[in-house]
C-alpha cells in the first residue's frame, strides 16, 4: 500500500512569508502528526489530529497552524516565517489515535529553507 | 520536562559486530517505547517496538532491551550491515499518538 505522501519535498521562502505543507497519511489511517526536525533540537512534536480535530499541541508558537481534512489528509501552516523556522518537517500517520502499540508510519518530510 | 535522550551521539562499529545503542528516558509513566532508523534524506522508519510490561524484545536481527528499573532502553543489532548505517531514535510514546524522541545515534558500518 502507499505512504505517507508530504509535499512539496523541498521549498525555499523568505522572512516574513507563510508557507502551507500536505501530508497524505495512509489509506485507512485518522491520526496525522507532524514534527520539526532541526540538528539543534532534533525531533519536536508539532501537533496531532484526529478526525479532523486538534488532539494534541507541542511547545510552539501560534504562528505554527494545522487542520485535517475529512479523508485525513492534513495541512500545516507556517506564518511570518522565521529563519529559525529552517527545518524538516515530517508527518507521520497512525492507523488509529487511541492506545499504545500504534505504530507511527513516518513521510520522508518537507525540507524548507527560509532566507 | 519529559524528555528521552541517549547516551551517544556516535557509534562506529566494523561490518560483522554487534552493535548496541543505548537510550535513557525519563518518564516513568511512559508505557511503550519505540527504535526508529532514519537514512540520510528519509523520514523515520520504525524497527521495533517494547511496551513497558516487557524486558526483552526480538525481531529480525534486532532486540529491544527494557530496563525500567534505571528507565534505559537499547537497541542490539546483529551482524551489523552497512546498510544499518544510519541515525538511529527511541522514542516514547506519551499522549495518544504522540511521540517524545531522543536526540539520536549516529551508527556508522566500516566494511
Known amino acids: 500500500k502507499a505512504g505517507v505522501t508530504q509535499t512539496p519535498r523541498y521549498l525555499i521562502k523568505t522572512r516574513g512569508q507563510q508557507v502551507t505543507l500536505s501530508c497524505s497519511p495512509i489509506s485507512g489511517h485518522r491520526s496525522v502528526s507532524w514534527y520539526q526536525q532541526t540538528p539543534g533540537q532534533g525531533l519536536q512534536f508539532l501537533f496531532e489530529?484526529?478526525?479532523?480535530?486538534?488532539?494534541n499541541k507541542g511547545n510552539f508558537p501560534g504562528r505554527f497552524s494545522g487542520r485535517q481534512f475529512s479523508n485525513s489528509r492534513s495541512e500545516m501552516n507556517v506564518s511570518t516565517l522565521e529563519l529559525g523556522d529552517s527545518a524538516l518537517y515530517l508527518c507521520?500517520?497512525?492507523?488509529?489515535?487511541?492506545?499504545?502499540?500504534?505504530?507511527?508510519?513516518f513521510g520522508q518530510g518537507t525540507r524548507l529553507t527560509v532566507v | 520536562g519529559e524528555s528521552v535522550g541517549l547516551h551517544l551521539p556516535t557509534l562506529s562499529v566494523q561490518e560483522g559486530d554487534n552493535s548496541i545503542i543505548n537510550c535513557a528516558y525519563s518518564n516513568s509513566a511512559s508505557d511503550y517505547f519505540i527504535w526508529y532508523k532514519q537514512e540520510s534524506g528519509k523520514g523515520p522508519q520504525f524497527i521495533i517496538d517494547i511496551r513497558s510490561n516487557m524486558d526483552k524484545r526480538q525481531g529480525q536481527r534486532v532486540t529491544v532491551l527494557l530496563n525500567k528499573t534505571v528507565k534505559h532502553l537499547s537497541l542490539q543489532i546483529a551482524a551489523t550491515q552497512p546498510g544499518d548505517s544510519a541515525v538511529y531514535f527511541c522514542a516514547e510514546k506519551t499522549s495518544g499518538s504522540r511521540l517524545t524522541f531522543g536526540e539520536g545515534t549516529q551508527l556508522t558500518v566500516n566494511p
Open positions: 489530529y484526529f478526525s479532523e480535530t486538534q488532539r
Open positions: 507521520a500517520s497512525t492507523h488509529r489515535g487511541e492506545g499504545a502499540n500504534t505504530e507511527a508510519f
